[in-house]
């Protein structure tokens, strides 16, 4: 309910690190704000700010600003800290954007989706340490060249653009009245819907995933739906076994095979620190054969997705689900795309250097023994070639399939 700022807040001027102002009727911040030495972190999402205030710029500290579900409609040059490392723009107004975005040499992630923008400033070719990029649910043409050129580029997110918007929408599976379902427990919940157990006509177990319907920061929930039909049958993907119809409040949702609960999640998300890598937990270490076995899975899975013109855009180990024998599913599509076969090579190539880093964090978590170290030193050749800067060096899928196939 907050209308203006806490005054009282500056009592910890010297110490204050992470800020969190959401879901409030906040306009504007004040002229002093730079009194947060300390400050890193912001979040002010859920207000009603027209414009990203440019007193941000004065805080010597600032690296991650959250501005989601405003009214932004201006990014002053002055609002971006040189200390930016992370900005959150995602639903709001923006058609453009200041060229001073890419004299932030530090940004690694840049969230724009559910904006109004048809371009990107060129200047943001400048921003060497860009790696997650998500500018889905805009109006995107095309992309263009120099950003599938980036040295460090990796998670792109752009469905719901007329770029991908203009490519064939997949056939539809069958239709599941939500009659026919008996939810049982909430197995999870992500940014864009919740994840049940159910059972389908009392024969099958199930899982049921029910969308939000709103904006998330990889962007619109129709946009996965389509994705995740269109992937098609593949040992490592979850398909899609319908679409539910008659849902009680009209919500979208889709019915897939329930995976074994034996399965777990190779790694946590990014956290503030990491910014863009995967957070393992203490003491992992996996034996060899289920490292390779995983680096194999998810290679193919790619290679599979890519061959049907789809872009996951978020391959990274948080979703990845691996039991100890090293079997796995590649999940979550609310990142992915279609896309046009002209832009196969340069998006699968962006896609791979994704996979370049999942191969050196596998690397990192593997017990490595004497008797495995040429397995080792081929992964680390393929890291290598996978996370070169110069984008057009880089190995396919399909190369990385076969290479993995001989070890």
């Known amino acids: 309910g907050l209308t203006e700022f806490p005054r009282e807040i500056f009592e910890l001027a010297d110490t204050l690190e992470i800020l969190n102002l959401s879901g409030n009727q906040l306009r504007s911040l004040p002229d002093d704000l730079g009194r947060l030495s300390k400050l890193r972190i912001l979040f002010c999402s859920d207000n ?3 414009h990203l ?8 500290q600032l690296s991650m600003i959250g501005f989601k579900a405003n009214q932004i409609e201006t990014v002053p040059a002055e609002a971006l800290p040189r200390t930016l490392r992370w900005l959150i723009l995602t639903d709001n107004r923006l058609q453009k954007l200041s060229q001073a975005l890419g ?7 840049l969230m724009l989706s559910g ?11 400048e921003c060497a340490q860009l790696e997650l990029l998500r500018i889905a649910a805009n109006d995107f ?21 007329p770029l991908s918007e203009t490519i064939a929408t997949p056939a539809l599976p069958c239709e599941i009245p939500w009659q026919e379902l008996q939810i049982e427990t909430q197995l999870g919940e992500g940014a864009s819907g919740t994840i049940y157990r159910a059972q389908w006509q009392n024969k099958r177990t199930v899982a049921v995933k029910v969308f939000k319907g709103s904006m998330t920061s990889d962007g619109l929930p129709a946009s996965e739906m389509a994705a995740a039909i269109a992937v098609g049958t593949h040992p490592h993907l979850n398909p899609v076994l319908g679409r539910v119809i008659q849902h009680p409040t009209q919500a979208q949702a889709l019915v897939m095979d329930l995976i074994n609960p034996q399965y777990e999640t190779l790694a946590g998300p990014p956290s503030f620190e990491s910014c863009t890598r995967d957070v393992y937990a203490p003491g992992l270490m996996l034996p060899p054969a289920t490292a390779l076995a995983i680096a194999r899975s998810i290679a193919s899975a790619a290679k599979h997705l890519h061959t049907r013109h789809i872009h996951h855009g978020d391959l990274y180990a948080h979703n990845i ?18 896309y046009p076969p002209a832009l196969s090579a340069a998006l699968q190539r962006l896609e791979v250097r994704a996979f370049g880093c999942l191969l050196e964090e596998l690397a990192e978590h593997t017990s490595w023994t004497s008797e495995t170290q040429p397995i080792r030193s081929t992964l680390c050749d393929l890291q290598t070639s996978c996370l ?7 190995p396919t899928f399909a190369d990385l399939s076969e290479t993995l196939g001989t070890l």
């Not at 205030?53 to 010597?60: A, E, T």
């Open 141 to 161: 043409a095309t992309l263009p060249e120099w950003l599938l050129q980036m040295p460090r580029l990796s998670w792109l997110a752009f469905a719901g653009n």
């Open 48 to 50: 009603p700010f027209d």
């Open 321 to 338: 689900l691996w039991r100890p024998d090293g079997n796995c599913f590649l999940n979550d599509f609310g990142a992915a795309a279609f």
């Open 115 to 125: 904006n109004r923008l048809a371009e990107l400033p060129e200047s943001l070719a």
């Open 103 to 109: 004299q932030r040499p530090l940004l690694q992630k």
């Open 53 to 60: 205030p440019p007193v941000l710029g004065d805080c010597p």
């Open 388 to 394: 070169t800067p110069h984008t057009q060096d880089r």
